[in-house]
């Protein structure tokens, strides 16, 4: 079984098609994906479309629900500025979207779970299996950690929302996170000189002979393209998003 985990697309089909382009030579089972697929991006109607034509199961991220409902679970502290940005960018993207595409969205479910082989299930969620919200990052503290996943022996464990691509062992289990398709970004950037990466992410987890192996890839995608869609698309702040991929 080899199993292609992506995560965080936002809106970004460019990154998306590049990354699935890339799985296509890979010789996968199935494809899952693991939230935040539609919100925050120039292409939130082209995600749905790509996400339907898969057919794969997808996660319900903290932004996807956001998206749906306007109540962000997590956004507490936001600066006034910001939260009047996200709430015109969310009002603009629910004009790109069909009642349709509303409704696959609110099919993405809280966790999903992938038989691996007979002894080991793959676990997929967002922030954890208990929310959307929870943020695990390489520095997380163990304890805290290990009371969001409740690891066992015989589950392997994947979340997105933090955007960036790393493993956690647990005893003989692991937590690891794909990284972001849309959004992939270094987490040690000075504030004042935030700049997204060129490139989508994505994992690939195998199965075989009672063996695992865990693949971590970086995909390079047309920025010029993904540019020149957001300066069309009418996307409100949209000077701002092509701004974090200068130099």
């Known amino acids: 079984m080899k199993i292609a985990v992506i995560s965080d697309i936002h809106g970004n089909c460019v990154a998306l098609d590049a990354v699935l382009n890339d799985i296509d030579g890979m010789e996968v089972d199935q ?33 996807d629900d956001w998206l749906l409902t306007g109540i962000d679970s997590g956004a507490e502290n936001i600066p006034e500025a910001r939260r009047l940005r996200m709430d015109a960018v969310r009002s603009w993207q629910l004009t790109r979207l069909t009642e349709d595409d509303l409704a696959f969205i609110r099919t993405f479910k809280p966790t999903v779970q992938i038989q691996l082989d007979d002894q080991r299930t793959l676990l997929c969620y967002h922030g954890s299996p208990q929310s959307f919200d929870h943020v695990i990052l390489p520095q997380t503290p163990d304890d805290e950690v290990r009371g969001y996943l409740e690891p066992k022996e015989g589950m392997i464990y994947t979340g997105g929302h933090t955007h960036v691509q790393f493993i956690r062992h647990f005893g003989r289990t692991f937590h690891f996170n794909p990284g972001s398709v849309g959004v992939a970004y270094r987490h040690d950037q000075p504030d004042d000189h935030f700049r997204l990466d060129p490139w989508g992410e994505y994992a ?29 698309s009418g996307k409100p702040y949209a000077e701002l998003s092509v701004a974090e991929y200068g130099e």
């Not at 494809?31 to 319900?60: F, K, S, T, W, Y």
């Not at 002979?209 to 300066?231: A, C, K, P, Q, W």
């Open 31 to 63: 494809i899952v994906c693991l939230g935040d697929a539609v919100q925050g991006g120039p292409q939130p109607a082209e995600v749905v479309a790509r996400l339907c034509e898969l057919n794969c199961p997808v996660v319900m991220g903290n932004a």
């Open 204 to 232: 690939l987890l195998t199965s075989r002979s009672g063996n695992l192996s865990l693949e971590f890839r970086r995909v390079m995608f047309d920025v010029e393209l993904l540019t020149s869609i957001y300066n069309t």
